[in-house]
């Protein structure tokens, strides 16, 4: 999952657990079911499971676009200084 | 980062503390709710009213209990627990409550019930007191919801009226 992918999801699991609480809400209410609220949300947070959870395709829209190795080759890094090891950690896909 | 377990943790923990937050509104809308329940209680007949070898007064009476509670119930209504007690006055107590009958009502369909009984459970007095003795039939209801606090009140039906002699 990228990093478009990450705030798409975040703001998906938000916004459909949100709507899902809405419409279970005023359904048990109109209908006078507390039962149908609770299976309403229910389902809601099930669905958002399904969509926010697994690591979609369309959650990796947005790939890291990495220089070519021939081009770092033409803009070489100044010389580190010893024992600098890189910290960072490969971006996860 | 953002693994798969990152993000189930993340709904999980939100998905809960909406689900608290509906739960709360819905016993919220508790609140507009005016019930105006309906009791009536006929005393039909003194069974029996005698002294036990105690020396306590015990006495079996025949009752007709009509009472239409449906407007306690709303959507966040699980159930209404329902009892009625004799309430009087004695030199050593202020207030003697003994519950004579009660009931569960689980549905709004059956709130509105009558019943024709003898007491249910025994209506001893704590000593000698209940010769010519006055005393006021109330229904207790308690309102148990399904989320939220549980509700309680009650209907005073005064002017009752125990015998002078045992019978």
Redesign the interface.
């Known amino acids: 999952m990228d990093w478009q992918g990450q705030k798409l999801a975040e703001q998906l699991m938000q916004i459909l657990l949100l709507a899902f609480a809405a419409i279970a809400f005023v359904t048990g209410y109109v209908l006078a079911s507390f039962q149908l609220m609770v299976l309403i949300y229910a389902g809601g947070v099930v669905f958002t499971t399904l969509v926010t959870i697994p690591n979609w395709p369309f959650f990796n829209r947005h790939p890291l676009k990495w220089l070519d190795p021939i081009e770092a080759e033409n803009h070489p890094k100044p010389e580190p200084s010893e024992n600098v090891t890189s910290k960072k950690k490969p971006v996860k896909k | ?4 377990g990152y ?2 943790n ?2 999980l923990t ?2 809960i503390t ?2 608290a ?2 739960c709360a ?2 016993s919220f ?1 508790d609140s507009f709710n005016h019930p105006t329940p309906l009791a009536q209680v006929k005393v039909l007949n003194i069974n029996w009213f005698h002294k036990q070898p105690n020396g306590n007064d015990e006495v079996s009476m025949t009752l007709n209990i009509s009472a239409d509670l449906q407007s306690l119930f ?3 209504t699980k159930q209404v627990f329902v009892f009625l007690a004799a309430e009087y006055e004695t030199k050593k107590n202020a207030l003697n409550q003994i519950s004579l009958w009660d009931g569960i009502i689980q549905s709004k369909e059956h709130a509105k019930f009558w019943t024709h009984t003898s007491n249910k459970y025994r209506f001893i007095d704590q000593g000698s007191n209940l010769r010519g003795k006055e005393f006021n039939l109330t229904m207790h209801w308690h309102v148990m919801p ?1 989320t939220g606090k549980m509700l309680a009140d009650k209907i005073v039906i005064p002017g009752y009226r125990l015998p002078e002699e045992y019978r």
């Open positions: 980062m953002h693994s798969f993000r189930a993340a709904l939100f998905a909406i689900l937050l509906i509104i819905a809308t709303t959507w966040n399904k």
